[in-house]
């Protein structure tokens, strides 16, 4: 179902569509990590580690993905704005056709890398096979995993953030169950693991068209003409996704090093680190979904001819990100040590990660500034400038930072952990330097 969000409350709009988003991506979170937890209990290291080596690929490769088609939410939204029913067939008909390609060029180069991946990501020799075998299924099912996450990002283009938390529900759903099946029943191991990914994302895919033919979510009569490729909107769906999906790229990168650097300083301290990240990943659900809610809604009013009320919708995402970025900050200063213990009993990872997570979650405030802005940015079609203030902050700040702790202060994390706000610090000074500086009209 489309949503006007250009009048009424800027803050329920917010919400409205930041809410669902996040706990979509809360429910994609936690089936990853289901996997990982079915595989643990029926399989030994091997199969964990190919599971755990395979997934980071397929995460790592499908934020690339969502991040390419932020073109598309942002190409959507605008003409939604704008009321051009013509446009926003065509931006939804040159998508399918764009990602339908992407989607058949991933998969055969992929299948044909396989080895060379597991060469370069130094994959343990009793894990190959497994890994091997799990990356084959997920990288066949690429044509599922894409048209999944294209979906998504279509209705989101037209405002309906409630829709894909259906789908996505549906995908977890049927992911823990045949885990437990494939995995636990049947004894397939990561090959199991990856069946039902893939399984569990084509039947969503199979339940968003019956829900869209059936009830009719996406209230569009498309032509055939919608389908032909128009070199201006691929330009533009291309101009604002590129620099989105090399930032995001250039982020998972980024922690790659830092996790090589914690690896480097021994079992505990990367063992603190691996768990510190995915408390992280959880707590920044928050930002994240204010830079998609940000960049969908203040899209709309661009589109509208709206500038101001899109300023407005910065500013109410600015307030509702670093509001809970201080209060984790400060909250996580006296409970770290106990959130620690859910997930170890280790006395030393616990204290070492106390250390790391009590700094790294300043993160949660630095970072929500710049997410907020880089949301901004894409509704105007300049996702270039959000690329260029992370990737500074990236590389002066945050890989060097961590690296620069990692020697001079040998025994604690505290300074690894800072690297990371800090970095987000630049950013965010970078951001406010180009908004104050650009016009935005």
Known sequence: ?????????????????????????????????????????????????????????????????????????????????????????????????????????????????????????????????????????????????????????????????RSPLFFILIACVFNIALDFLLVGGFHLGAAGAALATVISQGVSVVCAFYQIRRHDLLPLSFHKEDFRPCKSVIASLLKIGIPVTCQDGFIQ??????????????????????????????????????????????????????????????????????????????????????????FTHNAEVITMGTQYLRAYVLDCTTAAVHFCFSGFFCAYGRSLLSFIQNFLSIVLVRIPGAWLAAVYFPATLYPMGLAAPLGSLLSALLCVGIYFHEKWE
Do not use: W
């Open 253 to 342: 990168i980024s922690f790659l090093f830092i996790t090589a650097i914690a690896n480097s300083r021994g079992v505990v301290a990367a063992a603190s680190v691996g768990i510190v990240e995915k408390i992280i990943s959880f707590l920044f659900l928050v930002p994240s979904a204010m830079l998609s809610s940000i960049s969908a809604i203040a899209a709309q009013n661009v589109g509208a001819g709206k500038p101001e009320r899109a300023k407005k919708t910065l500013g109410c995402g600015l307030t509702i990100a670093v509001s809970f970025g201080l209060l984790v900050s400060i909250l996580f200063q006296f409970i770290s040590p106990y959130i620690l213990g859910i």
């Open 1 to 161: 179902m489309r949503k006007d969000f250009t009048t009424g409350s800027i803050v329920s709009g917010l919400l409205i569509f930041a809410l669902p988003y996040m706990l979509s991506c809360f429910l994609q979170t936690f089936y990853g990590m289901a996997d990982l937890f079915v595989i643990g209990q029926f399989n030994g290291a091997d199969a964990i580690s190919a599971v755990s080596i395979g997934s980071q690929v397929m995460h790592m490769l499908t934020v690339m993905i969502v991040g390419l088609a932020m073109g598309s939410t942002v190409l959507i939204s605008q003409a939604v704005g704008k009321k051009e029913e013509k446009k926003i067939r065509q931006a939804i008909g040159n998508t399918v056709v764009l990602f339908s390609l992407l989607a058949l060029l991933l998969t055969i180069l992929l299948l044909l890398s396989v080895d060379g991946i597991l060469f370069l990501l130094s994959t343990p020799p009793e894990a190959v096979a497994e890994t091997r075998t799990y990356l084959r299924i997920c990288f066949m099912g690429i044509p599922l995993i894409v048209a999944y996450n294209i979906i998504s990002c279509v209705f989101r283009g037209i405002g309906d953030s």
